[in-house]
């Protein structure tokens, strides 16, 4: 416990640093309102990764056969619109696949975020009692105790790596996804108060998140190309069950971790993949497979998360990383700027294109013909004030100790998390294309 809380007094420290100088609208993701061109910059880079703890996952081999596409909104974040209570009112919630506990906003303040839920309207609508299971002292699915309130009802507070949080009472309600569709009552946390203006999907492996509860044995989403075009947000595709594009999926297997292996720096409900190394143009950087694995603190485990925006590594594959991107354009990066405290592989100008060219393609490789290709069309990331970044950065600049696959590079690629089989599947796509 003591480990823990240290752990999260760092990433609340580093949240200060990161978030001083910006008013930010998605703190809990990577989606930015503003921009930062500093060469301090403190960009929220933030990732989603939450409480380090070990909770037992459910159950899904009696999945319920859901069978749901829904389009989401891309701007750093995944940002889903789901018909949540009876009769249903539509959410706006950020798609998280590095995160546990799923959450609404209920605000009864005047000014309201987006979109508030109102439990009044509700019919299937209740509020967890202190006395139920989950409102114990020492339930390890939040980063701190619940407690009672004043009206003896379920308190959570839950905080997120970046500082960010969100706090108020669990509740149960359903997601009707149609009128033949509805999950059970799933437990929730209903948020009073929070430093963001969505809500939050989580679909992690916890016993918590919306894939355990509602026993989803596969979900896929496709995230299109990140757009600079002033006003336009690029629409990508999500999947409840069944994908029809997955014929073409390639897949690795999960590293799982039991749940008596308690381990400091391992988050055991996170997708854990098992990335081999990373190449850059033709030439495969000398960065030993066992940087990518958790050792035996769990420090270098390899997660994908779509909460995250950049692509961070621990040291030593940054390091490598970073040499060789000195070697090919050295000389045109820019001299002392760190985008979000965590990236200073960037450069000034606008021509991005030229640069990428000199660098070549991006790839992450898992073995068996299985890799994340970035092309180097689309190697650099505009962070604004006519500043590209290479979107890597160093992890223990976050206090984390992971290698994290950000969204940014799962762009324009189907990414099918496999609960039943324990895979991910992943398959090259136009993902800015209207599917059926």
Not at 409 to 430: C, M, P, T, Y
Request: hydrophobic share 35%.
């Amino acid at each position: 416990m003591s480990l823990f809380l240290t752990l999260l007094y760092v990433f609340l420290c580093n949240s200060i640093t990161l978030s001083s100088s910006l008013s930010l609208h998605f703190p809990l993701t990577s989606h930015r309102l503003t921009t930062n061109t500093n060469s301090s910059s403190s960009s929220p880079l933030q990732t989603s990764l939450a409480s380090r703890r070990n909770p037992t996952q459910s159950s899904s081999s009696s999945s319920p056969p859901y069978n749901f596409r829904s389009n989401f909104k891309y701007s750093m974040a995944l940002i889903l619109s789901l018909p949540i209570g009876t009769p249903a009112q539509t959410q706006e919630l950020v798609l998280d696949t590095g995160s546990q506990l799923s959450w609404i906003q209920c605000h009864r303040k005047k000014k309201k975020p987006t979109t508030s839920f109102d439990p009044s309207l509700s019919s299937s609508f209740s509020n967890l009692p202190c006395s139920h299971p989950f409102c114990k002292p020492r339930i390890p699915d939040f980063t701190l105790p619940t407690t009672c309130d004043s009206n003896r009802l379920c308190h959570y507070s839950y905080f997120y790596a970046d500082g960010t949080y969100a706090e108020g009472n669990l509740v149960k309600e359903k997601f009707t996804f149609s009128n033949t569709q509805t999950t059970p009552p799933l437990i929730l946390g209903c948020a009073a108060e929070s430093t963001d203006e969505r809500g939050i999907l989580g679909m992690n492996l916890g016993r918590l998140s919306f894939i355990s509860q509602a026993k989803i044995s596969k979900f896929s989403y496709c995230i299109p190309a990140r757009s600079n075009r002033p006003g336009f947000t690029p629409t990508g595709s999500f999947y409840l069950g069944e994908n029809p594009m997955s014929r073409g999926f390639k897949y690795v297997s999960l590293l799982t971790f039991p749940q008596s292996q308690r381990m400091p720096n391992l988050d055991p409900l996170a997708y854990t993949v098992p990335l081999l190394g990373i190449r850059i143009g033709q030439k495969r950087l000398d960065i030993p497979a066992s940087v990518f694995r958790p050792d035996a603190g769990g420090s270098g485990q390899t997660m994908v998360d779509s909460g995250s925006e950049f692509t961070h590594l621990v040291d030593v594959a940054y390091d490598k990383v970073r040499g060789e991107i000195v070697k090919l354009v050295g000389p045109r990066m820019k001299k002392g700027y760190v985008y979000g405290a965590t990236a200073d592989m960037c450069f000034d100008g606008n021509n991005p294109v030229e640069i990428g060219r000199r660098i070549g393609d991006l790839a992450f490789e898992f073995g068996r013909g299985v890799e994340i290709l970035v092309e180097k069309q689309r190697l650099l990331i505009n962070v604004g004030g006519g500043v590209h970044c290479i979107g890597i950065g160093r992890s223990s600049m976050l206090g984390a100790a992971s290698n994290i696959i950000g969204n940014v590079h799962q762009q324009n690629l189907w990414v099918e998390f496999d609960v039943i089989n324990k895979r991910v599947g992943f398959s090259k796509a136009d993902c800015s294309r209207s599917l059926p």
